[in-house]
T-cell receptor, first 110, second 114 residues
């Protein structure tokens, strides 16, 4: 069954410290992986996707097929990074819908 | 085109009443998705359309829920005989057929059933 697991509901990190938001997935095949972010009072928006291998706002994510993980990382946290982060996956079949994890709230401490 | 629009932003209704939400996707997007999000949970898939065709409906969606997308443009989600458990944020998203590029979400409609 398709599943996305984000083990941390809340992660508090001091400003300037490294950030790692964990995501593990279960999927029979090779999925496409995403990270979505929701800032306070804003809509859910795409942060990055594995296929593009881009770095957005200093965040990167590496797909580890052996560990079925897609952890989100940033070397130095900024206060504006405080938000809700959702890991998500879809199949590579373009008819597949996106499945979301439950999310991790990232709180950057001053 | 300013993105995906949803109306209303908030809806309070009494248990047993019917409610209808509207979503206007990005004009060049032929795929439209409905999700539901409750407190502490990620968005949960409900149904999706490609143009006017409803291609998939979640097993979690009871018969009280129905969605339409006439003419492949805007979509409506109707909930009949609302229950308190229907209280949630209802999100609409759209994309091109190449779903691997991710979706663009609307701001959502928050439903409160009292």
């Amino acid at each position: 069954a398709q599943r996305v697991t984000q083990p941390e509901k809340l992660l508090s990190v001091f400003k300037g410290a490294p950030v790692e938001l964990k995501c593990n997935y279960s999927y029979s095949g090779s999925p496409e992986l995403f990270w979505y972010v929701q800032y306070s009072r804003q809509r859910l928006q795409l942060l990055l996707r594995h296929i593009s291998r881009e770095s957005i706002k200093g965040f990167t994510a590496d797909l580890n097929k052996g560990e079925t993980s897609f952890h989100l990382k940033k070397p130095f946290a900024q206060e504006e990074d405080s938000a809700m982060y959702y890991c998500a996956l879809s199949g590579l079949n373009r008819d597949d819908k996106i499945i979301f994890g439950k999310g991790t709230r990232l709180h950057i401490l001053p | 085109d300013t993105g995906v629009s949803q109306d209303p932003r908030h809806k309070i209704t009494k248990r047993g009443q019917n409610v209808t939400f509207r979503c206007d996707p990005i004009s060049e997007h032929n795929r439209l998705y409905w999700y539901r999000q409750t407190l502490g949970q990620g968005p949960e898939f409900l149904t999706y359309f490609q143009n006017e065709a409803q291609l998939e409906k979640s097993r979690l969606l009871s018969d009280r829920f129905s969605a339409e997308r006439p003419k492949g443009s805007f979509s409506t989600l109707e909930i009949q005989r609302t229950e308190q458990g229907d209280s949630a944020m209802y999100l609409c998203a759209s994309s091109t057929r190449q779903g691997g590029y991710g979706y663009t979400f609307g701001s959502g409609t928050r439903l409160t059933v009292v």
